[in-house]
């Protein structure tokens, strides 16, 4: 029942009529600050997964094992929403009937699925796609394999950036037609191919990455994006946090005279601390 909350959230953004911007998630810790801060969903990409669960770049290598852990220890955190890139469902359509049971058993309120060929072909330096036919078939898979209802799954293409728009519309309709329950674009880098997209489909849109001129939340939302990604730039924070501490650790530095550490405070609230000491008095019977 509760997984079952968190998806209809999802749900309600995607139906309604205004553009939101999640939070980037990674782990148990992240995903707290999320909530706290009062973003209505986290977001969990395919390359960030590898990064905090791997140290690896975003070649395919994370396994949906790994993945689906990391996404059960953030469901366990927190009650914040969780979309979820699960790339290409690691491997064939009956391999994303097997993703998403597992992603779905892990808490996630939605995933995407992808139709970019992964892992990358011998001899192939390019990006490339999978067929049509076959990115129709790993969509039926998908929601062949769902068993909440209410759990979101998206359809997502690279066309744009990899073939051209034409082919991008084609297999968002094609998607669209099978029933999922909204589209996801990425390589998308003007006013007119998003607004060629929105004319050519009704589903609800997520904009994966987007130039400047259109970040506005209004006119995305009048587009039909419920959702634009921001990158993952709490992780990239994180990662430049910790080089920087070790680095004057290693250098010397008085652990006292460290800059930018979380205060004992800001520690605590993440952690959940109050919460943990009240179970510990009324379980425990430990005094405060």
Do not use: W
Not at 67 to 90: K, N, T
Not at 166 to 177: K, V, W
Not at 185 to 190: A, E, L, M, P, V
Not at 260 to 280: H, K, Q, W
């Amino acid at each position: 029942m509760a997984f079952r909350k968190r998806r209809e959230a999802l749900r309600s953004i995607l139906n309604g009529s205004t553009c939101i911007r999640p939070g980037s998630v990674y782990d148990a810790t992240s995903i707290r600050i999320a909530e706290d801060l009062g973003f209505e969903l986290g977001m969990f990409g395919g390359s960030v997964a590898s990064l905090a669960v791997l140290g690896d770049p975003d070649v395919a290598l994370i396994t949906l094992t790994e993945f689906a852990e990391q996404i059960r220890r953030m469901s366990r955190a927190s009650p914040l929403p969780i979309l979820v890139d699960a790339d290409h469902g690691y491997g064939n359509a009956l391999n994303v009937r097997r993703t998403v049971q597992e992603v779905e058993a892990a808490g996630a309120a939605g995933l995407t699925i992808e139709d970019t060929l992964l892992p990358q072909a011998f001899g192939q330096a390019k990006t490339q796609l999978i067929s049509l036919e076959e990115g129709v078939g790993k969509m039926k898979a998908a929601l062949d394999g769902r068993s909440d209802p209410s759990l979101v799954i998206l359809g997502r293409t690279g066309a744009v950036s990899i073939t051209d728009l034409d082919d991008a519309i084609a297999r968002a309709r094609a998607y669209q037609a099978v029933g999922v329950d909204g589209l996801f674009f990425t390589g998308i880098k003007s006013r007119d191919e998003l607004e060629a997209i929105s004319a050519a489909t009704t589903l609800p849109i997520v904009l994966g990455g987007a130039p400047e001129e259109m970040t506005a939340l209004d006119y995305l939302a009048s587009q039909r994006v419920r959702i634009a990604l921001q990158g993952h730039a709490p992780f990239a924070a994180a990662t430049h946090a910790v080089y920087e501490t070790l680095k004057a650790l290693r250098e010397g530095t008085s652990p006292k005279n460290l800059k930018g550490i979380a205060t004992s405070e800001l520690t605590s609230r993440v952690m959940r601390e109050a919460e943990t000491r009240a179970r510990s008095g009324e379980f425990l019977g430990l005094k405060k």
